[in-house]
């Protein structure tokens, strides 16, 4: 029994504890579904009083805080001279900007263009019919009056409704284009051309004190609108030298339409000053700075209502030029009086450090035979390709020693016409004959033999001449001359840090036109630039040594105390294009004939004439038989270096289309230009 009654109670006891475990689990649910209610409540009520209650105020804070970035111009680096003096700078001006906001409309323009309009006056020449009726149409009430005039108005869209509408105003029937008018649709066409955020210029020359004035009184009544400063460029020794340094657009013409997708990918707005030509677009990454960056508030409007300027930008690096002003400035003035009448069509001349190929001055003037007008045009130094005949004969006596059909101890031929069937071609002093004489290599650059020339060409082409025997010369004849002509920059680019230069003019080969491989030899064929002749002298000079031209020898900082020149933050280095591969020898068969131009002995000499310049100078003068409209000119040219020994200086000189009795024009020019050289840049060694 008493086993029986424990099993019992045991069992009971088992059969107990479920039922208490299960009564515990739905208070536990309850609570937990309790406190989740309360949450969820208590969520709710937030979200009620963020949307419901406070909505209104968190969207107009987020409108009162939207923060944008605009970007303003800074001053451009400026441009020295050699010596440090200030060729091209930069003057203030006040100008009249605007800034687009971000949801600008049409009609908002039209109303800020329509304000302004009455208080300043701008250009109106560049405005289109088209523009001054698309200012017009902006303002709906006026579009408004012209629809019973426009055939269909309602059943057009209105993009087409608005340019229906522009069309009929253009015609000028519909409203008389007043100057208020014109001034106003200008002031709008600007506006309209702006991005986003971006800043425009809406008059940023001769901009009146009550213009500024005004304008800041009604700030209000036109968003967008300010008082601010443009940089002009000014040139403060004169504007001469903006033919090298080149020009910078006006805010009013923007970007250049050849280079305008490649600058708005790189940053530029619409409307920004860019370097356009010369040194101004080479350096336009150095000179033009880092923008200014102003952060702005806009309201619930999209309005501007704070702007704060979180950095105020870095003007632009300078530069420093190889050019000497003074040299510059009394080489333009001799290139200037240099000028010939006839058929002449301008002059051009350089003058280059040998040793880094840097600048020292280029001049050069176009000349209308017609009008007789003169126009600078120093740039036409590297991009006016001339025949400038016997100057490049250097070149040709290297080739034949390189060639191997003369050396430096044997190179004796003798002058004589060149007959070749009908044709005759022959030296300056031997037209008939009567002059024939042995000349070496040398002697043949002292007298300039054609003839020596003509027979050094035919030897490289391994033609056996014979007196009056047909010209069955190879046609490679032209491509050996240019190759040992390219070696020196004759024919080929120059590499000058500017823009435009051409690699010279090449005649037509071929059989077909092998007399001409002849000419070649003699600088009577295809045309080459002033400053090839002067890169072309400069290796001759140095020794070998092809070097790169260059006008930017620093590029500099801005001094923070003065505005003026700072550190220097980069060199630009010589740099050689190539090596002449010359040995001692060959090299003194070619300056010993440059010397002797000038100082020799032989009465057939042509240099003569600058014999009496101190230092010494070599050089190879040059005369092109030329035709101008038809008629016979004569193409005058020289290139020198000075002293003959450690020479510092090379000067290179063309004179195109001369009449054909001028004969000392390019050695006058040399002499007074040696002159300004050494009273301008240096003084002359031993004085």
Do not use: C
Not at 258 to 278: D, T
Not at 447 to 473: C, D, H, I, R, T
């Amino acid at each position: 029994m008493g086993n029986f009654f424990g099993r019992f109670f045991k069992k009971r006891t088992r059969a107990n504890q479920p039922e208490l475990a299960s009564s515990k689990i739905p208070f536990r649910l309850n609570l937990i579904f309790i406190l989740v209610g309360v949450l969820f409540a208590v969520l709710i009520w937030k979200l009620a009083d963020l949307q419901l209650i406070q909505g209104n105020y968190f969207k107009s804070t987020v409108n009162q805080t939207n923060n944008s970035t605009t970007y303003g111009n800074v001053p451009r680096g400026q441009i020295y001279d050699a010596t440090g003096k200030l060729l091209v700078g930069n003057k203030p001006e006040r100008a009249i900007t605007y800034t687009k906001g971000p949801k600008v409309t049409t009609v908002d323009m039209y109303q800020t263009a329509t304000r302004l309009g009455n208080i300043i006056k701008v250009p109106t020449d560049r405005l289109t019919k088209k523009q001054i009726a698309q200012y017009y149409v902006a303002n709906p009430k006026n579009q408004e009056k012209l629809k019973n005039r426009i055939k269909n108005y309602a059943q057009l869209d209105p993009d087409q409704q608005q340019a229906a509408a522009v069309k009929l105003v253009k015609t000028g029937d519909v409203v008389p284009f007043t100057a208020d008018l014109k001034n106003k649709a200008a002031i709008f066409n600007s506006m309209s051309g702006a991005y986003r955020l971006s800043t425009t210029y809406i008059k940023y020359d001769r901009v009146s004190n009550q213009e500024v004035a005004e304008v800041g009184e009604h700030s209000s009544e036109m968003p967008g609108v300010q008082v601010g400063t443009n940089w002009m460029r000014e040139y403060p020794d004169g504007d001469g030298i903006k033919t090298i340094t080149g020009t910078v657009t006006s805010n009013k013409m923007g970007l250049p339409d050849n280079r305008v997708n490649q600058l708005l990918a790189q940053g530029y707005s619409q409307n920004e000053s860019v370097g356009n030509s010369n040194l101004e677009e080479s350096y336009e990454p150095v000179l033009r700075g880092s923008k200014s960056q102003t952060d702005i508030k806009l309201n619930s409007n999209n309005q501007i209502i704070k702007q704060v300027q979180k950095y105020k930008g870095n003007p632009g690096d300078n530069l420093q030029l190889t050019i000497n002003a003074k040299f510059q400035s009394d080489l333009q003035k001799l290139v200037k009086g240099a000028q010939a009448g006839g058929n002449a069509t301008g002059t051009y001349a350089v003058a280059m450090n040998p040793h880094t190929g840097g600048i020292i001055g280029m001049a050069g003037v176009d000349r209308d035979p017609k009008t007789n007008k003169v126009t600078e045009n120093d740039i036409g130094n590297i991009n006016t390709a001339i025949t400038m005949g016997s100057v490049v004969k250097g070149a040709t006596v290297y080739g034949a020693l390189r060639s191997n059909v003369i050396t430096p101890t044997s190179s004796t031929l003798t002058d004589m016409p060149i007959k070749n069937g009908g044709t005759i071609k022959t030296s300056w002093f031997n037209k008939n004959g009567n002059a024939n004489m042995p000349v070496d290599a040398s002697t043949a650059l002292e007298v300039s033999s054609n003839s020596y020339m003509m027979q050094l060409a035919m030897k490289e082409a391994k033609f056996n001449y014979v007196p009056g025997a047909p010209l069955n010369m190879s046609p490679d004849s032209f491509n050996i001359q240019r190759g040992f002509f390219n070696q020196f920059g004759l024919g080929v680019k120059t590499g000058i840090d500017l823009p435009g230069e051409s690699a010279g003019i090449e005649g037509p080969g071929g059989f077909a036109n092998i007399g001409k491989a002849l000419d070649e030899s003699f600088g009577n064929y295809d045309g080459y630039t002033t400053l090839q002749l002067a890169q072309y002298m400069s290796t001759i000079a140095n020794g070998g040594y092809r070097m790169k031209p260059h006008i930017v020898q620093n590029v500099r900082a801005t001094n923070p105390k003065n505005g003026e020149l700072g550190a220097v933050k980069n060199t630009i280095m010589p740099q050689t294009l190539n090596q002449v591969p010359m040995t001692p020898a060959e090299s003194n068969v070619i300056t010993r004939g440059f010397y002797q131009v000038v100082h020799g002995n032989n009465k057939y000499k042509t240099g003569g004439a600058l014999s009496d310049i101190s230092p010494e100078v070599s050089a190879k003068t040059g005369t092109a038989q030329t035709f101008y409209n038809g008629q016979q000119t004569v193409t005058l040219s020289l290139a020198s270096y000075s002293p003959s020994t450690n020479p510092q200086v090379v000067i290179a000189i063309a004179m195109p289309n001369l009449p054909t009795d001028a004969e000392s024009n390019n050695t006058n020019l040399a002499k007074d230009i040696y002159k300004a050289y050494w009273s301008d840049v240096q003084n002359a060694p031993g004085k």
